[in-house]
């Protein structure tokens, strides 16, 4: 006899967690810049980030908050993010 196969939750999957991480950071990050409670980080101008910020095709598409900071963390971790859930589930739609 064949041992029927459980399938795993939804919330215990790898791919979920990142992305309710990814979704949990962009939360945090609205939070802070609109109440303005946020980190003192330095300034950005004269670094190579800077360079990549100010590009036209970032400033035209990326430009989700005022903070080039933030701008860059949602770009890296959303890239990263989708990314990781694709692989994920098409690793969950090949298994079975």
């Given at each position: 006899m064949e041992k029927a196969q459980i399938k795993r939750p939804l919330y215990?999957?790898?791919?979920?967690?990142?992305f309710l991480a990814f979704i949990v950071s962009q939360l945090y990050i609205n939070f802070v810049e609109i109440t303005g409670y946020g980190p003192n980080m330095r300034s950005i101008d004269g670094t190579f980030l800077e360079n990549?910020?100010?590009?036209?095709?970032f400033q035209r598409y990326f430009s989700f908050y005022e903070t080039?900071?933030?701008?860059?963390?949602?770009?890296?971790f959303g890239v990263v993010t989708i990314i990781h859930v694709t692989t994920g589930i098409i690793k969950d739609i090949r298994n079975g």
């Open positions: 215990k999957r790898s791919w979920f967690h990142t990549i910020v100010g590009l036209e095709l080039p900071w933030y701008n860059l963390f949602t770009v890296f």
